[in-house]
Nanobody, 127 residues
Framework: QVQVAESGGGSVQAGGSLRLSCEVS?????????MAWFRQAPGKEREGVAA????????SYGDSVKGRFTISQDSARNTMYLQMNSLKPDDTAIYYC???????????????????WGQGTQVTVSS
């Protein structure tokens, strides 16, 4: 049974927009206190993009995406979204969805806080 599944990746020109979706199992969603998006470009470490707390929808963003990306959730659908606007070639990466049960708010963009991960979806931005 797939616990976490991303969708919505693709190719877009610089300045364009994409929306990623992440659906998690009901059980995973109910046990989690945070969900987040991470990304990993070739040859680089995985970095935190955005995170959202399940109960209060407190959000946090990586410096490189502030003002361009928006994270949100739909609790009725166990689904999290990432709206990405003003995309740049540097945003090209595999984007991963993650869910965590004991995430600390001040560490919400750290990979070691999360225990459930999706397979990733490719986002490619051309100049």
């Amino acid at each position: 049974q797939v616990q976490v599944a991303e969708s919505g990746g693709g190719s877009v020109q610089a300045g364009g927009s994409l929306r990623l979706s992440c659906e998690v199992s009901r059980d995973t969603y109910d046990r989690s206190n945070f969900m987040a998006w991470f990304r990993q470009a070739p040859g680089k470490e995985r970095e935190g993009v955005a995170a959202i707390s399940i109960v209060r929808s407190i959000t946090s963003y990586g410096d490189s995406v502030k003002g361009r990306f928006t994270i949100s959730q739909d609790s009725a659908r166990n689904t999290m979204y990432l709206q990405m606007n003003s995309l740049k070639p540097d945003d090209t990466a595999i984007y991963y969805c993650a869910a965590g049960e004991t995430v600390r708010t001040n560490r919400a963009l750290q990979t070691d806080q999360y225990n459930s991960w999706g397979q990733g979806t490719q986002v490619t931005v051309s100049s």
